[in-house]
């Protein structure tokens, strides 16, 4: 590839005096080009689908990407636009390559939200985390995450790993969660976690299979890995990662069953998986088979209690939440039975 011209990205503002926008980005849209690349084809790429041409015109873009922008029309052959990744290029043929950031470099930037604080000091804050919001920047959730209003609430959120997230709730479970703040305090917190120092609980309101109400207390202690049939699933499989759940019947009625929850360690979906495994699918977890009830659109999950030590000066903390009025109602529905 012949590179006829390079344009530089125009100059950014400082910091201070830049918006929600990309830096460079049209405000009209995140999906205008902040940079144009030009070159021609070359005798050697004779012939070549247009996309593997285009790598050597941005390489530091993975093909996939640059395919999205073909796709989205941000390429152009001799001044027409080109759609077709599979169309063969011929030499002399001049390209124009429009760049737009990648969805993931967008996604670690501060979008400012309000978030539900129950504790906050130096080191640590403690959030109570509604159902919907997703914790981390994910394909498909890649703005308006925990992840952008942390990084928009404190400065410091920038310089630590997952601006300091340490744990997550899924997207649809409510309820209590911890971040750090400092780097110590992310350490910290990381350890106490993996030396199950960190107590959690949750309430969780199941349909059991069958209406076989199970023991008063019992415990699932079952690895668990990606599902083998499904990639949006987990399941218990013997190849899985050691996980333990115990549960606790606080009420039953009417062929539901109120549970508290207690994790011993942190996988992904455990209590929801667990819980399917032992035949007890929660309330409108569709993922694992539970069915909506009681006014329940989303998974019957909430994060009512976490105690921890605190993670520099160790004064024994414990923090309770109350639940969204969804599952409020849900739980007050089952106590009236």
């Known amino acids: 590839m012949k590179a006829d011209e390079y344009k530089e990205p125009p100059p950014q503002a400082p910091a201070s005096d830049i918006d929600d926008d990309e830096p460079?980005?049209?405000?009209?849209?995140?999906?205008k080009p902040v940079e144009w690349r030009h070159g021609r084809v070359d005798g050697g790429q004779?012939?070549?689908?247009?996309?593997?041409?285009?790598?050597?015109?941005?390489?530091?873009f993975s093909r996939s990407h640059l395919q999205r922008l073909l796709e989205a029309g941000h390429v152009r052959?001799?001044?027409?636009?080109?759609?077709?990744?599979?169309?063969?290029?011929?030499?002399?043929?001049?390209?124009?390559?429009?760049?737009?950031?990648?969805?993931?470099?967008?996604?670690?930037?501060?979008?400012?939200m309000t978030l539900a604080v129950l504790h906050e000091d130096e080191h640590l804050l403690v959030l109570d985390k509604p159902a919907g919001l997703v914790v981390h920047p994910a394909p498909g959730h890649w703005q308006g995450t925990l992840l952008n209003g942390l990084l928009a609430h404190h400065a410091g959120a920038a310089a630590l790993p997952r601006a300091g997230i340490v744990h997550r709730l899924d997207k649809d479970t409510s309820g209590v969660m911890m971040v750090g703040k400092t780097l110590p305090a992310v350490t910290a917190l990381v350890r106490a976690i993996a030396?199950?120092?960190?107590?959690?609980?949750?309430?969780?309101?199941?349909?059991?299979?069958?209406?076989?109400?199970?023991?008063?207390?019992?415990?699932v202690d079952a690895p668990i890995g990606r599902d083998p049939v499904s990639r949006l699933r987990m399941a218990v499989v013997a190849t899985g990662r050691p996980a333990r759940t115990d549960f606790e019947v606080e009420v039953a009625a009417a062929g539901f069953v109120g549970l508290r929850c207690t994790l011993h360690s942190g996988r992904t979906h455990q209590?929801?998986?667990?819980?399917?495994?032992?035949?007890?699918?929660?309330?409108?977890?569709?993922?694992?088979?539970?069915?909506?009830?009681?006014?329940?659109?989303?998974?019957?999950?909430?994060?009512?209690?976490?105690?921890?030590?605190?993670?520099v000066d160790g004064r024994a903390l414990a923090f309770r939440c109350e639940p969204p009025d969804d599952f409020g109602a849900a739980w007050a529905a089952l106590r009236l039975q």
């Open 24 to 31: 460079g980005v049209d405000a009209a849209g995140d999906d």
């Open 46 to 60: 004779h012939g070549q689908r247009l996309d593997k041409v285009l790598v050597a015109l941005a390489p530091e």
């Open 77 to 112: 052959v001799d001044g027409v636009v080109a759609k077709a990744s599979s169309q063969r290029v011929r030499a002399g043929q001049a390209l124009e390559l429009g760049l737009v950031p990648t969805d993931e470099s967008r996604a670690f930037r501060p979008q400012p």
């Open 195 to 219: 030396a199950r120092e960190v107590q959690r609980r949750y309430r969780a309101i199941a349909a059991p299979d069958r209406g076989v109400v199970p023991p008063q207390a019992f415990s």
């Open 271 to 311: 209590i929801r998986v667990h819980a399917a495994y032992r035949g007890l699918p929660l309330v409108a977890d569709a993922l694992y088979g539970g069915r909506p009830a009681l006014g329940l659109r989303r998974q019957a999950l909430h994060a009512f209690e976490l105690a921890l030590r605190h993670p």
